[in-house]
Structures are given as structure tokens and as C-alpha cells.
């Protein structure tokens, strides 16, 4: 019988020839081995089924899935968890990149601190050449042992991207399968953090692509967001309003889900409250993931030098 893989990457992917064989390449390319990286492909038309079949032909850790219809990219997230095998697991995004030693980092941070359900690491923001445009700061305080002060953290300051990090597969399991609403990704990542901290590892190994034709960019409305998350959203019962208070209703039912003392969910429903109160004041901006970016003069990293296939791709061979 073959050995489960101890973290299994979950790949969902609709449409992303462009950029998809540069990032298969750095996480194939990672220090640490013993994964598998499960492709969930949603429909796509372009040339995605093309290179993520020869990917799989070349490497056994690669298993390749195809969805028949397009079931939204939330539900595809969710079906690529379930389709994984490892006690850990992480998603990936088919555009970014990823630093050799991320994996082997992250993973080596949860075997040494059990408490700890999440790890990641720096992060900077790269183009669609692969350059760092901006190194971002974490300024979450969700390695905090209290979860009252991660969830107010998650709800006030400006957020990270946590949803990527490697997780316990089995605290995952536990939380309500990422939805479809208004930032969906906020909501369910604060569920993650009222079941335990989180761990940040203080190297840059993280880059989060930003190009026109990534999702956040390519629909640039609220309804054109949900409805790239599910399809299902695009009919005229679901509203931009009823996405915002779906939105806020996923707060109120995370805490009421967590295993928290009373003392705790008391504190975590006051947090949610005084942040209600702060959005609805005059002169609030709506959106809460903007950051302020690290100070770019020191940087002197070479993502070239820190994530693996960037050479071969170059040359035409991935």
C-alpha cells in the first residue's frame, strides 16, 4: 500500500495556461518532498488540461482532476479538499509563486508548535514577469495564544494572506466550507484563527501575482466577484445587499461555531460589534485588505534565486 503524503497541496484552476507551468514548477521544485499536489481543473477551455496532464506524466505526486461544467471557484476549492489525503494541507494558486524553502518551512513550524493551526510566511506581490513590485508588512496578531485578540485582529487591521498558508487538515475539517458571499475569504479565515494561532515565518517565500486577468482584477464588482466564486450567485436572488449581510452573518455564525469559552464568544461578538459600528460611520472605506507596504530599498532578494523552474520556463521547457 502507498504511504499518504504528509501535506497535500490543493491546486483549483479554471482557465490558467498563462501562468500555470511557472507556478507547478516552484511547487514541484520545493526543499521539502513529500507532498502531493492534487489539480482540480474547473472546466477550463484554454490549454490548462493540456499542461497539467504532462505535468502529471512527469511527476507521480501530480494527480489531475476535471470537473465537467464550471461549479464556480469556492465549491472547486472545497472539492479539491476533499479529493487530499495528507494530515496537512495547503491550497495554491495556478498564478503565484513560490520560494524553494516555503513548504519546508511552514511545515517545520507546525511539528514545533503543536498549537499552532497555520503557517505562512512573508510575502511580497510580483507582476506578470515575476518581479516584486511590493513586499508587504504582517501586521495580524494572530499568533496571539487569545482568540478574542486574533479575531479582533482579523476583523480591524488590514489582512494577509493566511488563507494560503499550510494548515492542519483535520482543524480545516472543522470549519464551514469557504462561501460565495463578499469577502467570504475574511470570514472564513477568522473562523480558522478562533480555532488557534497562527505562525508567521519571518523570511520572504511567498509571492502573490498580480496581473489583469487575476480574479480580484478581471471582475472588478462585488457580484461579478460572487459570481465567479459560484455561478449560482448570478441569479436575481442574491443581491449585492444580501451579499454584504451574508457577509457579516458569517462572523456571527463562525463565533457561534468555534469551540470557545463563553467568556471568549462574549468578547468575540463585542469585537464584531464595535467593528459594525466603525464601518458604519461616515467617511469608512469599504475595503479591508489593503496594507501598507514594507519599505521596498532594502529589498535585495531575487525571486530568480529563491523559486524553483524559473530558469527552465525561460527557456521554453516547462
Not at 113 to 135: C, F, N, S, T, Y
Not at 206 to 235: I, M, Q, W
Amino acid at each position: 500500500m502507498t504511504a499518504l503524503p504528509r501535506l497535500s497541496i490543493g491546486l483549483p484552476v479554471h482557465n490558467g495556461e498563462e501562468y500555470l507551468a511557472e507556478s507547478l514548477d516552484a511547487l514541484l521544485g520545493q526543499t521539502f518532498e513529500d507532498f502531493e499536489l492534487v489539480v482540480s481543473d474547473n472546466a477550463s477551455t484554454d490549454g490548462t488540461q493540456e499542461i497539467c496532464r504532462k505535468y502529471a506524466a512527469l511527476d507521480p505526486r501530480v494527480r489531475y482532476l476535471r470537473l465537467r461544467r464550471n461549479i464556480g471557484a469556492a465549491p472547486n476549492h472545497h472539492h479539491v479538499f476533499t479529493r487530499c489525503r495528507g494530515e496537512l494541507f495547503k491550497w495554491a494558486s495556478h498564478d503565484d509563486l513560490y520560494a524553494r524553502d516555503l513548504l519546508r518551512a511552514c511545515v517545520e513550524a507546525l511539528d514545533a508548535r503543536p498549537e499552532v493551526i497555520l503557517a505562512h510566511a512573508g510575502q511580497a506581490v510580483v507582476d506578470g514577469d515575476g518581479k516584486v513590485v511590493v513586499p508587504y508588512e504582517y501586521g495580524l496578531d494572530t499568533a496571539s495564544p487569545s482568540a478574542p485578540v486574533r479575531f479582533r485582529s482579523l476583523l480591524f487591521e488590514p489582512g494577509g494572506d493566511d488563507f494560503y498558508g499550510v494548515m492542519r487538515a483535520d482543524v480545516l475539517r472543522r470549519v464551514k466550507p469557504h462561501d460565495s458571499y463578499h469577502h467570504a475569504d475574511r470570514t472564513f479565515v477568522a473562523e480558522l484563527a478562533l480555532h488557534g494561532p497562527f505562525h508567521q515565518v519571518p523570511e520572504l517565500l511567498y509571492f502573490r501575482r498580480d496581473h489583469p486577468t487575476r480574479a480580484e482584477r478581471a471582475n472588478p464588482s462585488k457580484r461579478s466577484r460572487c459570481v465567479n466564486l459560484d455561478p449560482r450567485r448570478a441569479g436575481p436572488l442574491h443581491p449585492t445587499p444580501r451579499l454584504l449581510a451574508e457577509y457579516v452573518a458569517g462572523f456571527v455564525s463562525a463565533v457561534r461555531r468555534a469551540p470557545l469559552s463563553s467568556a471568549d464568544r462574549r468578547a468575540c461578538y463585542g469585537h464584531l460589534a464595535a467593528w459594525l459600528a466603525s464601518r458604519a460611520r461616515p467617511g469608512a472605506g469599504e475595503r479591508v485588505e489593503d496594507r501598507a507596504p514594507a519599505d521596498p530599498s532594502g529589498l535585495s532578494v531575487s525571486v530568480d534565486a529563491l523559486v524553483a523552474g524559473r530558469e527552465s520556463r525561460a527557456g521554453g521547457e516547462a
